[in-house]
């Protein structure tokens, strides 16, 4: 499993957009990139998934660079129910393996 | 949109009682999990199940700890004699057979006094 690294924190208003990097300098071929979002005393909720170049759904978009060492979560216009830990995970699971959750990235969105 | 649902919410219960905390994954997932979180520390892996057999378990997952699929459709994992140190939330997850997307259920919250 490919170890990430992350911002611990980050600050940002509402109405911004916020931008969440995320290194995997040793990603395997097979891997794909997760991020979730956790809020307090929740589940982990998956957010968005990728392989390569840019994926977007309803709630984010995920930007992939061609060489796949890093990743960056594009949350647009956040709100203030976006304060959350936001976590990349990097890893093969078409069979089942788990899931290896590092520190992720606490955001904060201010008024 | 299907859900992991977990029960109960929050349990209280007193050092040396056993405990099993109870999941209904996503129907027609193939693979199944249980991670736990330390108030203010990371998700923590302790096991996976396919195939009614434990794929890989953490060095957490102890003879303490125990799951199970008794049914098509629970997943339960027991802790036999609780310690104040499993006073945790216990996640459970699901995953499909196709794809690499794991769902979360919300949580239980065990307190141990």
């Known amino acids: 499993l490919a170890k990430t690294t992350q911002p611990i924190s980050m600050d940002s208003y509402e109405g911004q957009e916020v931008n969440i990097t995320c290194s995997h300098n040793n990603i395997a071929t097979n891997d794909y990139i997760t991020w979730y979002q956790q809020f307090p005393s929740q589940g982990p909720r998956f957010i968005i998934q990728?392989?390569?170049t840019k994926v977007t759904n309803e709630v984010a978009s995920l930007f992939i660079p061609a060489d796949r060492k890093s990743s960056t979560l594009s949350l647009p216009r956040v709100s203030l129910s976006d304060t959350a830990v936001y976590y990349c995970?990097?890893?093969?699971?078409?069979?089942?393996?788990?899931?290896?959750f590092g520190q992720g990235t606490e955001l904060s969105v201010k008024p | 949109e299907p859900e992991v649902t977990q029960t109960p919410s929050h349990q209280v219960t007193q050092m040396g009682q056993e405990v099993i905390l109870r999941c209904v994954p996503i129907s027609n997932h193939l693979y199944f999990y249980w991670y736990r979180q330390i108030l203010g520390q990371k998700v923590e892996f302790l096991v996976s199940f396919y195939n009614n057999e434990i794929s890989e378990k953490s060095e957490i997952f102890d003879d303490q700890f125990s799951v199970e699929r008794p049914d098509g459709s629970n997943f339960t994992l027991k802790i036999r004699s609780t310690k104040l140190e499993d006073s945790a939330m216990y996640f459970c997850a699901s995953k499909g057979g196709a794809g690499n997307t794991i769902y979360f259920g919300e949580g239980s919250w065990l307190t141990v006094v």
């Open positions: 990728g392989y390569k």
């Open positions: 995970l990097v890893g093969e699971w078409n069979q089942g393996g788990k899931l290896i």
